[in-house]
């Protein structure tokens, strides 16, 4: 109990000076990786109160910038690596006119997607990638909400993807449904999931 404390205190150190900036969303991920170590009720407690304190940045970043070039790094780590692929440079030209996400910890990149106008009331949800190290604490689920938020605002109705198989349920889970067949993409199966964002 001691040490969660003293971790607790740490982040709430690290992340204080972030709390009025920008746009940040619940810290939880770090919580989930901590209550699965720790499995005593009154930590459900205190999980509430770095709920409320604790925050992650994530936010929209800028075509061509250094966080870019991150967001390229772990899209390539993660997505494109180990189906020994690369991206064109026409492609990731044309991301100019996407919304790019990324979260934040420290100065580090350990998310992204990017979001991409296909019409004025559809807006679709592309190269979304977790770093290896945070996968299966929330990191996805919190990337995915603020996604939602920023498409809302922007006017879009319904989010769209192409959803590798292997990612389906976790899609499913935050109220993604399949949407046709079953198809081969970047040598993998895929499929079209969609989601009503109002
Ligand atoms: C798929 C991915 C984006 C999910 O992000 P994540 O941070 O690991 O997921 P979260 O921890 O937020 O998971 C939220 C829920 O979905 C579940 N989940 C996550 N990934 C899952 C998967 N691949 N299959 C089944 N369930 C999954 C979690 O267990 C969790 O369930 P719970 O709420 O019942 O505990 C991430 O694991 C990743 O980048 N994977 C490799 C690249 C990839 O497949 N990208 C998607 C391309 S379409």
């Known amino acids: 109990m001691l040490k969660f404390c003293e971790k607790v205190l ?13 746009i940040y969303i619940l810290f939880y991920f770090y919580l989930t990786k901590l ?4 499995k005593i009720k009154l930590n459900w407690l205190i999980a509430a109160i ?24 772990l899209r390539m780590e993660i997505l494109r690596k180990p189906l020994g692929l690369h991206f064109e440079a026409d492609d990731l030209e044309k991301e100019k006119e996407d919304i790019l996400i990324g979260a934040f910890e420290d100065d580090d990149m350990v998310a992204c997607c990017v979001l991409t106008k296909l ?9 979304m990638a977790v770093h290896q190290r ?14 939602e938020n920023v498409a809302r605002d922007a006017g879009f109705k319904t ?11 976790f899609y499913e889970k935050i109220g993604y449904a399949p949407h046709g067949d079953e198809f081969i993409e970047v040598t993998l199966p895929h499929i079209e999931m969609r989601k009503k964002l109002i």
């Open 119 to 127: 019409s004025p009331e559809l807006c679709k949800l592309r190269q």
């Open 134 to 147: 945070m996968q299966r604490n929330g990191v996805g689920h919190a990337i995915m909400q603020f996604a």
């Open 10 to 22: 740490m982040k709430v150190k690290l992340y204080k000076h972030l709390i009025t900036n920008d």
């Open 159 to 169: 989010m769209t993807m192409h959803a590798r198989k292997t990612a389906e349920l």
């Open 50 to 73: 770095i709920i409320l304190i604790c925050k992650m940045p994530i936010k929209i970043i800028d075509h061509g910038s250094a966080q870019y070039q991150q967001m390229i790094d």
């Open 35 to 38: 209550l699965k170590k720790i």
